[in-house]
């Protein structure tokens, strides 16, 4: 079924740790974009691609960093996990943005 | 720059009630707007868009470019409408969404 995949759902790591949130879909979309949600709050763009080999920088400031080397795959890092990386992180795809985003069902990370 | 602002958090309504969420933007441009709904324990999800000019489960919405609003109303409400809801804009040809900080929004049976 085409659709959106993050792994994993919940993840609890410690400080420093170099941590990989992954995202694929399979609707063969082009735009593919992570948002970071803290609870209660409005989602922040934090990154987002338009194609392979194609990664800019959202509006809100993020110590992560992503990658686009398949169309359907787009994995956010983590170098060194902090506490305050303790988040929900959402990736969504499009085709079009008129048509909307799918989003996936989440990451919810928590650094200890 | 775009923001959306959705000044309610909370908003209790009674079923068979009107509903409706608010929601005012700020763009220069020609604006795309959307709004998104999230039920307890599923993802985000797209619940109608502008341009379109649907109606999605009793759900309308208007832009009104005079007021900046797109507010998002429902004759009546359902018990099954209790969920997070959020306004959303895009710039014409710019593809980021810009989201409000939502409403939760609940149905008293």
């Known amino acids: 079924e085409a659709d959106i995949y993050q792994t994993p759902r919940y993840l609890v790591i410690g400080t420093g740790k170099k941590i990989t949130l992954e995202c694929s879909q399979t609707?063969?979309?082009?735009?593919m974009y992570w948002y970071q949600q803290d609870p209660g709050m409005e989602l922040h763009l934090i990154h987002y691609s338009y194609g392979v080999n194609s990664t800019e920088k959202g509006d809100l400031s993020s110590e992560s960093t992503v990658s686009r080397i398949r169309t359907e795959h787009f994995p956010l890092t983590l170098e060194s996990a902090r506490p305050s990386h303790t988040s929900q992180y959402l990736c969504?795809?499009?085709?079009?943005?008129?048509?909307?985003?799918?989003f996936g069902s989440g990451t919810r990370l928590t650094v200890v | 720059a775009q923001r959306v602002t959705q000044p309610e958090k909370l908003l209790s309504v009674f079923k068979g009630a009107p509903v409706e969420l608010k929601c005012n933007y700020s763009?220069?441009?020609?604006?795309?707007l959307f709004w998104y709904v999230q039920y307890s324990r599923q993802r985000l999800q797209l619940l109608l868009r502008h341009i379109s000019r649907e109606s999605i489960k009793g759900f309308t919405a208007d832009l009104n470019k005079g007021e900046t609003s797109f507010h998002l109303k429902k004759p009546f409400a359902q018990e099954e409408d209790s969920a997070m809801y959020y306004c959303a804009l895009s710039g014409f040809g710019n593809e980021k969404l810009t989201f409000g900080t939502g409403t939760r929004l609940t149905i008293i049976p």
């Open positions: 763009y220069s441009g020609s604006p795309e």
């Open positions: 969504a795809s499009s085709a079009q943005n008129s048509y909307g985003y799918t």
């Open positions: 609707m063969g979309h082009d735009k």
